[in-house]
């Protein structure tokens, strides 16, 4: 069976710096992209960033520069490290899969996702 596993949410203070992981199992990884999503209460969900098999990365504007994505394929697990955290980041954070990068960024018909990690960002 597989299995997307998001975890690091939390809540934190407008300013401060989460670390979110993506645990992935039941198949290997290493020639997926994996991407981050998140969706705030009343919104639609919204891409946030991703990572193709090779590493060059993607990233929407709200969070460039203040989001840093990476993945250890050897470990099969993904990361979001979010710095510089605002109340609009607030959301549940979602991992993603797919073959196609372009997927991912396009947020169009992922392979496999996460359950979400819910992230607060109190003012």
């Known amino acids: 069976q597989v299995q997307l596993v998001e975890s690091g949410g939390g809540l934190v203070q407008a300013g401060g710096s989460l670390r979110l992981s993506c645990a992935a199992s039941g198949r290997t990884f290493s020639s997926y992209a994996m991407g981050w999503f998140r969706q705030a209460p009343g919104k639609e969900r919204e891409f946030v960033a991703a990572?193709?098999?090779?590493?060059?990365?993607s990233y929407a504007d709200s969070v460039k520069g203040r989001f840093t994505i990476s993945r250890d394929n050897a470990k099969n697990t993904m990361s979001l490290q979010m710095n510089s955290l605002k109340p609009e980041d607030t959301a549940v954070y979602y991992c993603a899969a797919d073959r196609a990068m372009a997927s991912l960024i396009r947020d169009v018909g992922m392979d496999y996702w996460g359950k979400g990690t819910l992230v607060i960002v109190s003012s």
């Open positions: 990572i193709s098999w090779n590493f060059s990365t």
